[in-house]
């Protein structure tokens, strides 16, 4: 599903470049769900960023292939109508396009580029209706303006709202978990796991091992000093909990 080999992607930092990943591979299969863990400032949203192709990193060496294709070959939208999905850390204010406006394009581009018929009117409330109960979105919520106004929490809870409508084959959630109360924690694990499937895969990026009770990884990799440093099963975001990153630094 997604194959990433040695890759390196350095930022534009100041009058020079600075290496963030330095031959990062790991190797994602269909249906399966990785946590990345790491120190803060290790490269977990660059990694996130770049599979899902936003602006400001270079790709200096390695490949991401998707279902076999070449991510970094393809643009942002195409990568999305191929079936990736990026939650961000930070989900942004998009002032101006209401929600649902939004939601709609989003399903009927996709939709268009795979070659399908648009939803009608009907069919499409009918899907935010179910998608928004089951996250506890409010539908007020959906007709303002992208995340204007919204609290924290309730961002996290629209991204994955998102996610549900959008039905990826890869999702990457950034520090879905961050900010959410312990509820909504619930909820939107729950929704996550509601779309786990043999075809669909899942790469979680986290701090906290609590998000892994709710949803089990198959595999849980440690980023540090730019490269992944350790997998191993869910025992091993428990030992991080316990023991911190200090041993990955000295060995990164
Ligand atoms: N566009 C950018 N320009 C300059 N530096 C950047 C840029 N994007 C990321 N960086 C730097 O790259 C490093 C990795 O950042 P990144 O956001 O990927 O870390 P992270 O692992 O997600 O951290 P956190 O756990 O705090 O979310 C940081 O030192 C950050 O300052
Ligand atoms: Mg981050």
Redesign the pocket.
């Known amino acids: 599903m997604l194959n990433i080999k040695n890759l390196h992607v350095s930022?534009?930092?100041g009058d020079h470049s600075?290496e963030?990943l330095k031959g990062l591979s790991f190797h994602l299969k269909p249906g399966e769900v990785h946590a990345i863990m790491?120190?803060?400032?290790?490269?977990?949203?660059?990694?996130?960023?770049v599979i899902a192709g936003k602006d400001?990193?270079e790709v200096t060496e390695g490949e991401i292939l998707f279902a076999g294709e070449d991510v970094l070959e393809m643009e942002p939208e195409e990568r999305a109508a191929a079936g990736l999905f990026l939650a961000f850390?930070y989900p942004v204010e998009v002032p101006g396009v209401a929600t649902m406006t939004f939601l709609k394009a989003a399903m009927n581009s996709q939709r268009e580029a795979r070659g399908e018929e648009k939803l009608t009117t009907p069919q499409f409330m009918k899907l935010v209706k179910d998608a928004s109960e089951m996250l506890g979105v409010r539908s007020e919520m959906l007709k303002r303006p992208i995340n204007v106004g919204f609290s924290g929490g309730e961002k996290k809870r629209n991204e994955i709202m998102q996610m549900a409508l959008l039905q990826p084959k890869l999702a990457v959630l950034?520090?879905t978990d961050s900010g959410l109360d312990i509820d909504a924690l619930r909820i939107v694990s729950e929704g996550v796991n509601a779309l786990r499937g043999p075809n669909r895969s899942f790469l979680v990026?986290t701090?906290y091992q609590r998000l892994l009770d709710y949803i089990k990884p198959d595999q849980v990799h440690v980023?540090a000093g730019g490269r992944i440093v350790r997998s191993g099963g869910p025992e091993l975001a428990t030992e991080l909990e316990e023991r911190g990153y200090a041993e990955f630094l000295e060995t990164a």
């Open positions: 930022v534009e930092d600075r963030i790491g120190p803060n400032g290790s490269g977990k949203s660059t990694l996130g960023n400001g990193y850390q950034d520090e990026i701090h980023l």
